[in-house]
């Protein structure tokens, strides 16, 4: 499933083709991807338009074109890609003609998808329930925001109005790294533990978003969370597993107690 780190992926890639580009034509193969537009809407509404430079707020990536923006939320299968060449995905679900070469959408399960909006002001309406993006959230914004929430802490985490882009995958890394349970609440959470909490979230971020993705590194819980029997990469524990706020979770309980 695509968290912060693949969608900024998503974006550098894009920033580097994108831009300028003029829209020629908008092919819907399927609809099922579209949340409040007809494929014939999309169409009129971006043809002629140049891209601009694509932004990223938590897992949603805007696609501005010189007035009309699309806001993709790839979901847990969906991804946006340019190709110069007259090929594509069997799952595409839109493609998009450019001046030169095409912007797809491939998307096996079309959970979420594409967004048209007109202006600033739609794109806040459509995002105001994203708390700040995870990346580059300074230590005392992200105090005071814990400290304004009294649940578990990968739930916490884990929430899009909370914090944004952090999904299952960073989530159990960073509390593996900041040595902390992920079912500990997070008012019992004390400065120190903040703290290591905060360095956790900025290590991990930097270094995913480096790799465009959650990378299964040889010191990184990743590597080891899908193994058959997993040992901590720390101490050589075996992994525990369970549900946390109704998501598969890993942590280990010599590293992480309580």
Known sequence: MPELPDVEGFRDRLSATLPGRRIDAVEVRDSGVL???????????????????????????????EGPTLLVHSGMTGRPYYTSAADGDRHDRVVITLDR????????????????????????????????????????????ILR???????????????VAGLGNLLVD?????????????????????????????????????????VP?????????RDDTDPSCPRCGTRLRRGRVGGRSTVWCSQCQPG
């Open 148 to 162: 304004r929430h009294r649940g578990a802490l990968k739930p916490t985490l884990m929430d899009q109005s909370v």
């Open 35 to 65: 949340r409040n537009a007809s494929a014939r809407a999309l169409n009129r509404a971006l043809s002629g338009h140049r891209f601009e430079e694509p932004r990223r707020h938590g897992k949603w990536l805007l696609l501005p074109a």
């Open 101 to 144: 070469g095409e912007l797809h959408y491939t998307d096996q399960r079309k959970l979420r998808g594409i967004w048209l909006v007109d202006s600033q002001e739609d794109i806040d309406d459509l995002l105001r329930d994203q708390g700040p993006d995870a990346l580059g959230l300074d230590r005392h914004a992200f105090t005071e």
């Open 216 to 224: 299964g590194l040889r010191r990184w819980l990743t590597r080891v």
């Open 173 to 213: 890394e960073i509390c593996w790294r900041a040595r902390l349970n992920p079912k500990v609440h997070v008012g019992e959470l004390g400065d120190s533990d903040v703290r290591r909490l905060h360095r956790a979230v900025t290590s991990v971020l930097r270094t995913a978003v480096r790799h465009g993705c």
